[in-house]
């Protein structure tokens, strides 16, 4: 397999090694870098970076630490595939009956599993994954067309369960955001949903970034209670009237 192509750094912001941390982890989470992918030598990726060699060992170190990457003497670094379990529950949950993933049956499962997520998220992000939340953040906006909003959606959603720092939650929440995509994508049809949708990102990265674990799962808990509302109007619009039916 050949060395793969890493795009270069978008932001600068806090330290250099966090901001390498977060692209880097982005390119993995979003399948950019995927298993066994090789990565250009030391020398070749800060020179593509522009950063020094000392920054992007520290991201490397904190990358290998996580699981996510492996340096191999005279080899390389080597992107790594999950862990045996969180390929286990992936295959688990494919295999849920229809039935079982039932939008309702799933939206109820996400607001058992996401306050969680983001008290986890408050206790134990990094720099770097704040870095990553803000990123997504600056590029939403409510006049993004449905379908970007809705991908930035997504990806606030898993950088939050990437933030836990537990696998097997951040597998769980990538299976729950395909099942939802379908519904979800009627709460960023309008501009007042977009707008909802980026303010309670806000209010939960905030709470994070100020290791408040309580007032990060309440802002989760309303940020999934707006959705469900901006859902049920958007589609209580669309329906026909009794007149129509």
């Known amino acids: 397999m050949g060395v793969a192509k890493v795009p270069p750094l978008r932001t600068r912001a806090h330290s250099v090694s966090d901001a390498l941390v977060a692209h880097l982890e982005q390119l993995i989470a979003l399948g950019e870098l995927g298993p066994g992918d090789k990565l250009p030598s030391e020398r070749e990726l800060a020179e593509s970076l522009s950063v020094s060699r000392t920054s992007l060992r ?6 290998e630490t996580k699981h996510l990457i ?31 993933r039932e939008l309702a049956n799933v939206a109820e499962l996400r607001t058992v599993i996401e306050p969680k997520i983001a008290e986890f998220a408050a206790l134990r992000a990094t720099s770097a ?4 939340m803000d990123d997504i953040l600056h590029a939403t906006d409510e006049n993004l067309l449905a379908v970007k909003s ?27 955001s395909s099942w939802t995509t379908p519904v979800r994508k009627d709460s960023h049809s309008t501009r007042e949903g977009r707008r909802a949708s980026l303010a309670g990102h806000r209010a939960i990265r905030d709470a994070i970034e100020a ?10 808990i ?18 026909p009237s009794a007149d129509q039916a």
């Open 58 to 63: 520290e991201a490397l170190h904190q990358l």
């Open 70 to 100: 492996e340096r191999r003497p005279g080899r390389g670094t080597v992107v790594l595939a999950p862990p045996a379990q969180v390929s286990d529950l992936y295959a688990n949950l494919t295999e849920l009956a229809e039935a079982d």
């Open 129 to 132: 994954d704040l870095l990553q």
């Open 150 to 176: 809705l991908e930035l959606d997504i990806q606030f959603h898993l950088a939050l369960a990437r933030a836990s720092h537990n696998p097997l939650l951040t597998a769980l929440t990538t299976m729950v």
């Open 211 to 220: 290791r408040d674990p309580a007032v990060a799962a309440e802002a989760m």
């Open 222 to 239: 309303l940020h999934l209670a707006d959705v469900d509302q901006l859902i049920r109007r958007t589609r209580d619009d669309s329906a």
